[in-house]
Structures are given as C-alpha cells and as structure tokens.
C-alpha cells in the first residue's frame, strides 16, 4: 500500500510495447540488512538502460548484465548476492545482507 | 512475465485497485490474481496476509513449491479536513510514512503553502475540494477543523467512500453532537460508528505533534493489524 515503484513497471510495458527487449528483475527474498525489500524491482532494456534499484546501487550493475543475457535466452534465473559468495562481495553488497532477485524476460 | 500479465498490473494500478503476481521461482511459471478474484483464490489467506502488511514474500504453498508474491497495493493517501496546528504536525508525518497528503480548509488564511509546504493545500469547502480528489478504500480522512460547517459534509464524503479509517476531532460530548447532526443528515448507524472519536490512541497526548502521532498511529493499526484487532 505504500509502494511507490509506480512508474518502473509502467515503463517497462512501454519499451515492451516500442519493440525493445526487456527483463524485469525483481527483490523476492532478503535476510539481513538489504537495502530494498522484497518486491522492489529493475527494468532493463536491451541498450542496457535500466530503472528502479534492486539494492540501492549496490548489485545493479551485475543484474543489468544477467538481465541482457536473460533478453537473449528468455529463460528466467533466480541470483542470489551475499557477503557469503566472494563475487558478490566483490560487486558491492556490502551491507551484510543477501538478496535474491528473480530476472525474467517480458515475452 | 508476458506483456498481457504486465498490462493487466498496470491497469489495475492506474484504477487504484490491489493486484497481485504469484511466481514459481524455480520455473517462472506465472498468474496474476486481482483484487476481485480473492476470496476464491487457493492462496486467498497468503494474500490477504501480504496485502494488509504491504509486503510481497516467498510463502509455500501446499503442495510444498516455493511461490513469490509480489504485491501491487495502491499508495495510500491521506485528506486533512483543517489546515490548523495538528495537520502541520501530522502532514510531514503522514508524508514520512508514504502517503500521499491533500489538506483541505476553506479558510484561506489557514490554507497557504508557506503553512504546508510539500503537501498539496486545497483552499476550498469540502463539497469543492473533494470529488475530484477521488477519495477510496487506501485513504485514511481526517477531519480536525473543530466546526461542524467544514468537518460535518467532509465526513459525508467519506461515508460514501469506503476509506480504510475516518477520524474526527472532539471529546466525547463534541462528538456526541455531531452523531446527531449527522444521523439528521441521513448518515447510517453504521457510517457513525466508523468514525474514530475521540481522535488518536489514548497516549496522554497534548502537544499539537503529539496529537500528530496518536492519530498516525491509529492509521497505522486500522492498516496493519487483522480487522478484530484493530484500534
């Protein structure tokens, strides 16, 4: 009720709708102390422009990456990034907490 | 998701109506469930439970698969009736917790936006200011002018509307007029009695940012807590 990713799904539709490809990443689960909560979502487009955060900055560029490949393949892929998993330490999740965000394709 | 899934989100957003997307993770397969569809829905209970905390979650489902929730719930807004001391406290407030904030007073005196900044101040009477702010369900109304000529057809308005809370300002004797002002203007049993007055948990509140608080809170419990344990 207090959400106010509004205008990150509405572009996703219009990118869709101009021909673009498209994957919408999406928070589905969180333990620790993740910057977003579950639910919060990423739109990425097949130029590699993106809208919304998934972590506040943090993993969003590793996602952009997944999500071109996901564009490509049309399988979706559940990532997981966490201080446990050395790479994703590396692209910057520092704050201590794991996410899991589902990356799929809008078909 | 398909393009019709997310269209169909989007449209129900736009009307302000809650909608869900229910995810198997480990396949992608995907449905949407609107608002109107669930009291027959198998995760009915899930949902519902996402829904009243605003939350989307992973929950298992009974045949032990692993589903996503993701839940679309319409930003709540809320209407201050009186642009006084209270709703200077309680505006930014409310505007903290997420909400969406119209004050309304026809007084234009009180009604400026140096008094509200960041919040949209409508300087009109209620039967002007209102209809077009289309007042729903995921609006908590307020009415904290103290007159009856201001306060009594706003809270009107807010019978016909269904608003998830309605809190009107008065002791118990000032409310106890306005049951019957009200009740002579056609109001039902049932609209007076969704009215919370004295407005706010009883907090022992005084101050005007007090008062602010004992009413965010009351929203906040009428929100979030399951409909018998609600304040």
Redesign the interface.
């Known amino acids: ?4 990713d ?1 205008d990150i ?2 572009a ?2 219009e990118w ?2 101009a021909g673009r490809g498209v994957a ?1 990443a ?1 928070v ?2 969180t333990w620790g102390s993740a910057p977003r ?3 919060s979502s990423l739109v990425i487009n097949d130029e590699g422009a993106f809208l919304g955060s998934v972590s506040g900055g943090c993993v969003e560029g590793a996602v952009v990456t997944e999500a071109l490949d996901i564009i490509a393949s049309g ?2 892929k ?1 990532l997981e990034f966490g201080v446990a998993d050395e790479t994703a330490f590396n692209v910057g999740l520092s704050c201590g907490g794991t996410i ?1 965000v ?1 990356v ?1 394709k ?2 | 998701m398909n393009l019709e899934t997310l269209a169909q989100v989007n449209i129900e957003r736009a009307a302000r109506r809650p909608v869900f997307v229910v995810t198997d993770v480990s396949n992608g397969d995907q449905r949407l469930v609107k608002a109107a569809d669930l009291a027959s829905d198998p995760l009915r209970n899930e949902l519902s439970k996402q829904l009243r905390m605003g939350k989307s979650a992973v929950v298992e489902a009974a045949d032990g698969k692993k589903l996503f929730i993701n839940v679309y719930a319409p930003t709540a807004k809320m209407v201050i009736i009186g642009a006084v001391h209270i709703s200077q406290a309680l505006a930014p407030l409310a505007r903290s917790l997420g909400y969406d904030v119209t004050v309304v007073d026809p007084r234009t005196a009180f009604a400026t936006p140096e008094r509200f900044p960041d919040v949209n101040v409508v300087a009109e009477w209620p039967d002007v200011a209102l209809p077009p702010l289309n007042v729903d369900h995921y609006t908590a109304f307020v009415a904290v002018t103290h007159d009856p000529k201001i306060d009594d057809p706003a809270l009107l308005h807010a019978f016909k509307s269904n608003c998830f809370y309605i809190g009107a300002l008065g002791s118990r004797k000032t409310h106890a007029k306005r049951v019957e002002r009200l009740k002579a203007q056609g109001a039902t049993d049932a609209d007076l009695a969704s009215i919370h007055a004295p407005i706010g948990l009883p907090i022992g509140a005084i101050s005007p940012g007090e008062v602010a608080v004992a009413i965010m809170a009351q929203i906040t419990a009428q929100l979030r807590l399951p409909k018998e344990g609600a304040a």
């Open positions: 009720m207090l959400d106010r509004e799904l509405q996703a539709e869709k709708k919408l999406t589905v689960e909560p579950a639910g399988k979706p559940l899991r589902f799929e809008v078909a």
